[in-house]
């Protein structure tokens, strides 16, 4: 399982009028955001597909269609499966986050929201899943899971694994997510057949 870092960042500039004011004087907090957001996006094309990073949210001060920024405030959620990689990604974000301050005369600040190591469940668990699936004949494979879940925690404490069953077209966290009833009760079979296992 993926681990997770979540910073909120805090970008300040100076509001200035959008027609009046020279592209070379603007201290523009927004630019700086947009800046920060597609630096992410090179440093995930540069992983090999390992690490993702999602702004999600974002607001500007004043808010006006008519006036240069005068503050950004965003969130940056970092994700990769291997703990050094993360905090490469977590260096390399700050390393430039303190450059952008320089070249662009902004104020920066960041705020450590989440931070979750990545998690390696239990081979013996994972094993017996396989092994149940293949007896049961349904196509498998394993992989490594992007989004938080309870499971995460718990491994902290106890023996875990997890199951997934697919979603019509990958989509997840959207109403249009959507599971047919084959795999869901293939799903739950292959749960509770591992589940005997376990208990004998």
């Keep these: 399982m993926k681990g997770i870092s979540w910073q909120r960042i805090e970008i300040k500039g100076v509001a200035n009028h959008a027609g009046t004011t020279p592209t070379n004087m603007r201290v523009d907090a927004g630019l700086a ?3 920060v957001i597609t630096f992410m996006r090179d440093r995930c094309n540069q992983s090999g597909g390992t ?15 008519n006036v240069i920024p005068s503050k950004a ?8 499966p291997n703990e050094e990689r993360l905090i490469a990604e977590e260096q390399a974000l700050a390393a430039y986050l303190k450059e952008l301050a320089v070249t662009d005369k902004v104020q920066i600040s960041t ?24 007896e049961m004949h349904l196509s498998n494979r394993r992989m490594t899971s992007g989004a938080g879940q309870d499971a995460q925690m718990m491994a902290r404490i106890c023996p875990s694994a997890m199951i997934f069953v697919p979603s019509v077209n990958g989509i997840s966290h959207n109403p249009k997510e959507y599971t047919k009833d084959e795999d869901i009760f293939a799903g739950a079979n292959v749960f509770i057949n591992v589940i005997k296992n376990l208990a004998q």
């Design 111 to 134: 705020e450590q929201l989440v931070r979750f190591q990545p998690v390696q469940f239990d081979e013996t668990i994972v094993s017996m899943v396989e092994q149940v699936a293949n």
């Design 33 to 35: 955001a947009a800046k």
């Design 51 to 65: 690490t993702v990073a999602t702004t999600g949210t974002i607001a500007f001060e004043p808010n006006a269609i």
């Design 73 to 80: 405030v965003f969130t940056v959620d970092v994700r990769n």
